[in-house]
């Protein structure tokens, strides 16, 4: 190549340098015109209204007498000049975030773990307090990445549904945040337990059954000694009420009529289901530790071409979706509004009183509710079987 076309080509700028001054000449007047841009003021808004600085920040963070006429004249100023209040850099000065973490270990489309996340949330916003949930999906790694999320983000309490690693934890309290475990509580000796009594509701349910008339009864739960990582409390407890409702009727408890899984699906559900009515001799009635178990038994029912409660009477345990199966399932309804409720002002009293060092452990009852999937035992559907 001779030296002038050498020169030429070290003359002009490269494609990728030419783009980039295109870029620059077409969106340097634009950054301009964008730094000339004054943003709103809260000075700008009391001029508006015709108020003063202070009257307006009254309104903003809502503290302090302002009329109505005043609050409606500021509101309006602030719709008219476009103003945005900057919480989140507020807060960080006055070193609160009215924010709550909360991590909750199952999927999102579980209807368990939905309503216990909007209790959380609905009780949280009655406080003035806002709620940031992250599922797990019973991944200790997630929960650790949740929870180091969570403290960056400096909120000021975390709630774990169902917590897997006592280390995370111990973290969260040690950034002292504090902490309140929801449904299964790993045994530690820190942090808030929000419980229910899982044995009593089991016991209420089976009791009825009994009640009504019913001796055969089948049981359908997740295995107490499935391999987990999580707590399994919940499970003996709940087979520990149907057992000894059993025993206090002086019933005999078959071990053919016990079923359980390793898990609360729909299709483990179904699969027992049909386990039991596969037998000479099925149970008039069944109790599931679990509305979305159930609701996989009642289609291995139907399938049997037998009818709930005609045939065979079922109750579950949640209340989570009870109430849109065909018939209403009974259930024993968790209390999730009274979870939400005492999960949040346990973090708020810890808020306010720094000097509270005992664990409190709250146990709330939960509720027999009575649809239409349990009948009287029928003398006439016992000799049709063969009882």
Do not use: W
Request: glycine share 6%; with cysteine; hydrophobic share 40%.
């Amino acid at each position: 190549m001779d030296t002038m076309h050498s020169n030429t080509f070290k003359i002009l700028p490269s494609p990728s340098c030419l783009y980039y001054n295109l870029i620059d000449m077409y969106t340097i007047p634009y950054k301009k015109k964008l730094n000339q841009v004054k943003h709103p003021t809260i000075k700008d808004v009391a001029e508006k209204a015709g108020v003063s600085t202070t009257t307006v920040l009254r309104v903003l963070h809502n503290n302090g007498y302002v009329s109505k006429e005043t609050r409606a004249k500021v509101l309006e100023a602030i719709d008219l000049t476009g103003y945005h209040f900057n919480m989140i850099a507020h807060s960080l000065k006055k070193n609160v975030t009215r924010v709550i973490g909360h991590i909750i270990v199952g999927h999102y489309f579980n209807p368990f773990f939905a309503r216990v996340a909007y209790s959380v949330e609905s009780a949280a916003n009655k406080k003035g307090y806002h709620v940031i949930s992250y599922f797990s999906y019973g991944d200790p790694k997630r929960e650790a990445e949740a929870v180091d999320l969570f403290i960056s983000r400096r909120v000021e309490g975390i709630i774990f549904t169902t917590p897997l690693k006592e280390e995370n934890i111990y973290k969260v309290m040690s950034s002292n945040i504090p902490v309140v475990m929801i449904e299964r509580p790993l045994k530690i000796p820190v942090g808030d337990y929000v419980l229910v009594d899982n044995f009593s509701g089991a016991y209420e349910a089976v009791k009825y059954l009994i009640s009504m008339g019913h001796k055969k009864i089948g049981f359908i739960g997740v295995n107490p000694n499935r391999n987990s990582i999580i707590s399994s409390d919940v499970e003996a407890e709940r087979f520990d009420g149907y057992r000894q409702a059993m025993l206090d009727s002086e019933l005999e408890i078959e071990p053919e009529l016990i079923k359980l899984s390793s898990d609360y699906t729909v299709e483990e559900g179904f699969q027992l289901g049909k386990e039991l009515l596969s037998l000479k001799d099925f149970p008039s009635a069944i109790f599931v530790t679990s509305d979305i178990t159930a609701t996989g038994v009642m289609q291995a029912i139907y399938e049997e071409r037998l009818r709930v409660p005609e045939d065979i009477s079922i109750v579950g345990f949640d209340d989570a979706l009870a109430m849109y199966t065909a018939p209403p399932l009974t259930t024993v309804a968790q209390p999730f509004e009274e979870m939400g409720e005492v999960a949040i002002n346990l973090i708020i009293d810890r808020l306010r009183d720094k000097n509270i060092e005992s664990q409190r452990r709250v146990i709330l009852k939960p509720e027999l509710v009575i649809r239409n999937s349990v009948n009287l035992f029928s003398e006439e559907v016992s000799s049709r079987r063969g009882y």
